[in-house]
């Protein structure tokens, strides 16, 4: 049964960083990819970064570029986003997504419940 379970979410001050979590279980990552999206309140979900772990080929929204980094610990099956430089049009529900067997054109077929992301003053 694949899973994904995200943590690491809370509240930080704009400039501030934050790392979320995305444990995986049920499929092999090398063969997979994964992605972390946000929706905001009233917005429609958007892409933050995709992963294809086959070949390393990683993707970030502009809006993202040089402040977020996607980074993997194979041990133990998790997928971080360390996010520095946060803004407030950072707040959102973050969720990782996988594409078992397959890249980051998709489909994405597992999605985690999502993590809180509030940055405010």
């Known amino acids: 049964q694949v899973q994904l379970v995200e943590s690491g979410g809370g509240l930080v001050q704009p400039g501030g960083s934050l790392t979320l979590s995305c444990v995986v279980s049920?499929?092999?990552?090398?063969?997979?990819?994964i992605g972390w999206f946000r929706q905001a309140p009233g917005k429609e979900r958007e892409g933050v970064v995709c992963?294809?772990?086959?070949?390393?080929?990683?993707s970030f929204a502009d809006s993202v570029k040089g402040r977020f980094t996607i980074l993997r610990d194979k041990s133990k099956n998790t997928v971080y986003l360390k996010m520095n430089g946060l803004k407030s049009e950072d707040t959102a529900v973050y969720y990782c997504?996988?594409?078992?067997?397959?890249?980051?054109?998709?489909?994405?077929?597992?999605w985690g419940q999502g993590t809180q992301v509030t940055v405010i003053s």
């Open positions: 997504a996988a594409v078992v067997n397959g890249n980051c054109a998709g489909p994405f077929g597992s």
């Open positions: 049920g499929f092999t990552l090398d063969d997979s990819a």
């Open positions: 992963i294809n772990f086959s070949d390393s080929m990683t």
